[in-house]
C-alpha cells in the first residue's frame, strides 16, 4: 500500500525539482559568452580590496549566467533585502496597470484619495501627476515625513509643494509609496499580490516578501526581499524589452518609457547618479541603466554588452562599487565567443568559492519610515 504513495512522492519532488531547474537561467562558461574569466576574476579580487563589503555577483551575458558568487554566510537561496531597489519592481506594477487601463500616468494624484486630501490643497499639490511621482519630480523640496501615527498617504498629501510639480528633481521614497497605494486603489490589491502572478510567478521568483505600511500598503519604495537570481532575471527582462519565454509580460513601451532619462538630476560626467532619471530607474555612464539600493545593491542593464550585472552589498560607498564594474567588468566583454580557458575559468571558479564577508565588518541600518 505505501509503495504507491511513496512512488507518488518521489514524482512530485522530481517534477519541483525539475520546474525549479527550468525556471533557473541557463549556465554557460564566460569565454563561451564571449566574456573574459581572467577579467572576471580581477574584478572580484578589486572588489574585495576596494569595497566593504559584497554579499553577492551574478553576470549574466546573452542570457546566461556566466559567473555568480556569495560571499559566506550569504548564499543562493537566502532572500536579500533590497531597499530601494525595490523602487524599480514597484514602478512596473505602475506600468503593468496602466496596461490594463487601470490608471493613466498622467491622472492627478488627488483623484485617487479625495477622503485624504488637505481641506485646501495647493494649486501645485492639485497639479501633481503620477508621472511626477515615478520621476521623482513631485515638486516637494524635501521628503514628506512618514510616521507610524498617521496615515502615510495623508502625511504625503499635506507635505507642501512649493515647486511645480515635473520641474524639481528631489528624490522621494515616499513617492513611490504613493505609487504602491495607486495600484492598491485601483486594482484592490497590494503592490506584492498584484506582482505575484503578472511578474514573480513567470520568472520563477518564489515566496517574495515586501514590508508593509501601518495602512496594509505594501511600502513600494523599500522593503522587498528576492534572490541575488531573481534580480537577474528581472534585468534580464528589462533588457529584453519585457519578454519572457516568448512572451511579452511588459509591454516594450513601457519599458523603454522607465528606462530613459525623463528629468535631469545633475551634470557631473564621472557620477552615476547625475546621469538623469526614468520611471523609478537610474540612467548610468556607458549607455546603461540601473535599478539600486542602500548600501550597494544593483541591477544593472547594459544594453549595448547584452549583458545585466546583479550584486548586494553592505557598502557605504555606491559609487567606489560601480567605478570597479566599470573599471574591470565593461573590458572583459567581446562581441564574439572567446577560446576556451580551462586554466582561466577554474582560477575564477576557485575566487568566486572562497568569498566571506569579513569577521569585522559592521552592518550598515537605515531608519526606516514610520520607525521610531
Known sequence: MLRPFLLAVLSLIVSQ???????????????????????????????????????????????????????????????????????????????????????SIDDHVLKFFPEEAPEKPSDKLKQMRVRDLLTMSTGHETEPKLTADESWVKS??????????GAHFQYNTPATYMQSAIVQKVTGKTVLEYLKPRLFEPLGIENPEWMSSPQGISTGGFGLKVRTEDIA???????????????PLIPASWVEQATAKQVSNGSDPARDWDQGYGFQF??????????????????????????????TADTKDMQAELNVVWDKLLPAFHYTSLPANAEEEAKLKAVLANLNVPENHVPNTIKLPGSR
Not at 532572500?79 to 487601470?102: Q, R
Not at 504625503?156 to 510639480?165: G, Q, R
Not at 532575471?233 to 512572451?247: A, E, P, R, S, V
Open 156 to 165: 504625503f498629501l499635506a507635505h507642501p509643494v512649493p515647486h511645480k510639480p
Open 233 to 247: 532575471k528581472f534585468g534580464q527582462l528589462y533588457l529584453q524589452k519585457g519578454m519572457w519565454n516568448g512572451k
Open 17 to 103: 525539482t525539475s520546474n525549479a531547474d527550468e525556471q533557473r537561467l541557463p549556465r554557460s562558461s564566460p569565454e563561451s559568452q564571449g566574456v573574459s574569466s581572467r577579467a572576471i576574476r580581477e574584478f572580484v579580487e578589486t572588489a574585495n580590496q576596494k569595497i566593504d563589503t559584497l554579499h553577492s555577483f551574478m553576470l549574466v551575458r546573452h542570457g546566461h549566467v556566466v559567473a555568480e558568487g556569495w560571499w559566506k554566510p550569504e548564499s543562493p537561496d537566502k532572500p536579500h533585502v533590497l531597499h530601494s531597489l525595490s523602487k524599480s519592481f514597484c514602478s512596473t506594477a505602475v506600468g503593468l496597470a496602466v496596461a490594463e487601463g487601470k490608471l
Open 282 to 311: 537610474w540612467r548610468c555612464r556607458h549607455g546603461a541603466y540601473r535599478g539600486d539600493g542602500a548600501f550597494g545593491q544593483f541591477c544593472i542593464v547594459l544594453p549595448e554588452q547584452d549583458a545585466v550585472i546583479a550584486i
